[in-house]
């Protein structure tokens, strides 16, 4: 089984900037892939990026050329940098991590205030 805590969840204005953190444990060599999914208030859960076990990254339109995943291997930790923060982007923000079953923390709730 694989463990994901998520971090890093604040209130900030648009434009901001915040950086969330997910550490994983358990069996961390199975995991093939990290990522991140944000569900806002009334819509469905989506995609904002992963990141496979070799580092090959993939991004919603929504965020792309403002957010960036990037994983530390050393630490069993993924991390979303979110710069030019939008009120759209208010949600609370899921770390997934992909084996032969999927697994997701509990979130963490990011607001944004125009």
């Known amino acids: 089984q694989v463990q994901l805590v998520e971090s890093g969840g604040d209130s900030v204005q648009a434009g901001g900037s915040l950086r969330l953190s997910c550490a994983a444990s358990g069996s961390i060599s199975s995991i093939t892939a990290l990522g991140w999914y944000r569900q806002a208030p009334g819509r469905q859960r989506e995609l904002v990026a992963t990141?496979?076990?070799?580092?090959?990254?993939n991004y919603a339109d929504s965020v792309k050329g403002r957010f960036t995943i990037s994983r530390d291997n050393a630490k069993n930790t993924v991390y979303l940098q979110m710069n030019s923060l939008k009120p759209e982007d208010t949600a609370v923000y899921y770390c997934?991590?992909?084996?032969?079953?999927?697994?997701w923390g509990r979130g963490t709730q990011v607001t944004v205030s125009s």
């Open positions: 997934n991590a992909k084996t032969w079953v999927v697994y």
């Open positions: 990141i496979s076990r070799g580092g090959s990254t």
